[in-house]
Protein backbone atom coordinates (compact mmCIF):
# COMPACT_ATOMS: atom_id res chain seq x y z
CA UNK A 1 0.00 0.00 0.00
CA UNK A 2 1.25 3.81 -0.95
CA UNK A 3 1.20 6.64 0.84
CA UNK A 4 -1.39 8.27 -1.03
CA UNK A 5 -3.24 4.99 -0.15
CA UNK A 6 -2.70 5.52 3.55
CA UNK A 7 -3.56 8.91 3.40
CA UNK A 8 -6.85 8.32 1.65
CA UNK A 9 -7.93 5.17 4.39
CA UNK A 10 -6.96 7.48 7.16
CA UNK A 11 -9.05 10.36 5.86
CA UNK A 12 -12.02 7.97 5.58
CA UNK A 13 -11.43 6.74 8.55
CA UNK A 14 -11.41 10.10 9.87
CA UNK A 15 -14.49 11.10 8.30
CA UNK A 16 -16.32 7.77 9.70
CA UNK A 17 -15.30 9.10 12.99
CA UNK A 18 -16.65 12.27 12.47
CA UNK A 19 -20.37 11.08 11.43
CA UNK A 20 -20.18 8.69 14.51
CA UNK A 21 -19.60 11.60 17.14
CA UNK A 22 -22.33 13.74 15.01
CA UNK A 23 -25.22 10.33 15.43
CA UNK A 24 -23.99 10.56 19.07
CA UNK A 25 -24.27 13.84 20.04
CA UNK A 26 -27.52 13.63 18.33
CA UNK A 27 -28.52 11.13 20.39
CA UNK A 28 -27.02 12.26 23.80
CA UNK A 29 -29.29 15.68 22.88
CA UNK A 30 -32.72 13.18 22.61
CA UNK A 31 -31.79 11.32 25.52
CA UNK A 32 -31.46 14.42 27.39
CA UNK A 33 -34.72 15.98 26.28
CA UNK A 34 -36.62 12.90 27.16
CA UNK A 35 -35.08 12.62 30.61
CA UNK A 36 -36.26 16.47 31.30
CA UNK A 37 -39.51 15.20 30.15
CA UNK A 38 -39.86 12.63 32.19
CA UNK A 39 -38.48 14.39 35.49
CA UNK A 40 -41.38 17.09 34.80
CA UNK A 41 -43.80 14.63 34.33
CA UNK A 42 -43.28 13.24 37.62
CA UNK A 43 -42.93 16.43 39.10
CA UNK A 44 -46.56 17.43 38.04
CA UNK A 45 -47.91 14.07 39.48
CA UNK A 46 -46.13 14.54 42.56
CA UNK A 47 -47.59 18.18 43.36
CA UNK A 48 -51.34 16.95 42.10
CA UNK A 49 -52.03 17.53 45.66
CA UNK A 50 -51.22 20.94 45.72
CA UNK A 51 -52.68 21.74 42.25
CA UNK A 52 -56.10 20.15 43.22
CA UNK A 53 -56.12 22.15 46.52
CA UNK A 54 -55.35 25.25 44.01
CA UNK A 55 -52.18 26.05 46.65
CA UNK A 56 -49.74 25.86 43.30
CA UNK A 57 -50.13 26.26 39.54
CA UNK A 58 -48.15 24.93 36.70
CA UNK A 59 -46.37 26.73 33.41
CA UNK A 60 -44.68 25.22 30.80
CA UNK A 61 -42.11 27.07 28.97
CA UNK A 62 -39.30 26.36 26.02
CA UNK A 63 -36.04 27.54 26.82
CA UNK A 64 -33.34 28.07 24.31
CA UNK A 65 -30.18 26.25 25.23
CA UNK A 66 -26.48 26.53 23.50
CA UNK A 67 -23.83 23.79 24.14
CA UNK A 68 -20.43 23.53 22.18
CA UNK A 69 -21.00 20.18 21.52
CA UNK A 70 -24.72 20.32 20.40
CA UNK A 71 -25.13 23.83 19.18
CA UNK A 72 -28.16 25.64 19.94
CA UNK A 73 -31.69 23.56 20.72
CA UNK A 74 -35.21 23.88 22.79
CA UNK A 75 -35.62 22.30 25.92
CA UNK A 76 -38.49 22.40 28.29
CA UNK A 77 -38.52 24.80 31.38
CA UNK A 78 -41.26 23.90 34.17
CA UNK A 79 -42.83 27.00 36.31
CA UNK A 80 -44.76 26.13 39.62
CA UNK A 81 -46.33 29.52 40.63
CA UNK A 82 -47.40 29.56 44.54
CA UNK A 83 -49.54 32.93 45.65
CA UNK A 84 -46.25 34.27 46.91
CA UNK A 85 -43.54 33.07 45.04
CA UNK A 86 -42.65 31.22 41.57
CA UNK A 87 -40.18 28.37 41.34
CA UNK A 88 -38.24 27.91 37.94
CA UNK A 89 -37.05 24.40 37.20
CA UNK A 90 -34.29 25.65 34.72
CA UNK A 91 -32.44 23.35 32.26
CA UNK A 92 -28.53 24.56 32.06
CA UNK A 93 -27.20 21.76 29.84
CA UNK A 94 -26.13 17.81 29.09
CA UNK A 95 -22.84 18.01 29.29
CA UNK A 96 -21.69 19.05 32.41
CA UNK A 97 -18.86 17.99 33.84
CA UNK A 98 -18.91 14.35 36.03
CA UNK A 99 -22.99 14.09 35.18
CA UNK A 100 -25.58 13.66 32.14
CA UNK A 101 -27.30 17.02 33.00
CA UNK A 102 -28.30 19.72 35.22
CA UNK A 103 -30.83 21.88 36.22
CA UNK A 104 -31.27 24.84 38.14
CA UNK A 105 -34.11 25.03 40.67
CA UNK A 106 -34.55 29.19 40.68
CA UNK A 107 -37.21 30.95 43.48
CA UNK A 108 -35.77 34.48 43.76
CA UNK A 109 -32.01 34.66 44.85
CA UNK A 110 -32.09 31.10 46.51
CA UNK A 111 -31.38 27.87 44.00
CA UNK A 112 -30.50 24.57 44.30
CA UNK A 113 -29.17 22.26 41.38
CA UNK A 114 -30.20 18.93 40.26
CA UNK A 115 -27.63 16.69 38.79
CA UNK A 116 -28.78 13.95 36.67
CA UNK A 117 -26.28 10.78 37.35
CA UNK A 118 -26.50 7.51 35.49
CA UNK A 119 -28.73 6.19 37.75
CA UNK A 120 -31.19 9.09 37.94
CA UNK A 121 -32.16 12.91 39.62
CA UNK A 122 -30.02 13.53 42.45
CA UNK A 123 -29.90 16.79 44.59
CA UNK A 124 -26.89 18.50 44.78
CA UNK A 125 -25.64 19.74 48.15
CA UNK A 126 -22.33 21.69 49.07
CA UNK A 127 -20.59 19.76 51.42
CA UNK A 128 -16.82 21.38 52.85
CA UNK A 129 -15.04 19.41 50.60
CA UNK A 130 -17.24 19.18 47.46
CA UNK A 131 -20.53 17.75 47.13
CA UNK A 132 -22.88 15.23 48.02
CA UNK A 133 -25.53 14.12 45.84
CA UNK A 134 -29.16 12.30 46.89
CA UNK A 135 -31.35 11.11 44.94
CA UNK A 136 -34.97 12.57 44.11
CA UNK A 137 -37.51 12.01 45.17
CA UNK A 138 -41.45 12.88 45.78
CA UNK A 139 -40.17 13.72 49.38
CA UNK A 140 -36.90 15.27 48.80
CA UNK A 141 -38.80 17.57 45.71
CA UNK A 142 -41.10 18.75 49.37
CA UNK A 143 -38.45 19.65 50.77
CA UNK A 144 -37.07 21.40 48.45
CA UNK A 145 -39.91 23.29 47.86
CA UNK A 146 -40.35 24.22 51.26
CA UNK A 147 -36.55 25.63 51.86
CA UNK A 148 -37.12 28.04 49.02
CA UNK A 149 -40.06 29.52 49.34
CA UNK A 150 -41.29 29.63 53.28
Known amino acids: MGKMDELVRKIEDDNKQDEQNKIDIEK ?15 IKIWLLPLINKKLVSLKENVIDLTEELTGSYKAPML ?16 Y ?15 GVMLILHKDGWKLSVKKDRGFDYKQLTEDLFAEIIEELTL
Open 28 to 42: NKKEWLKSLFELFEE
Open 79 to 94: EIHGQKWTIILKPVGR
Open 96 to 110: IIGARGRIDILCGPK
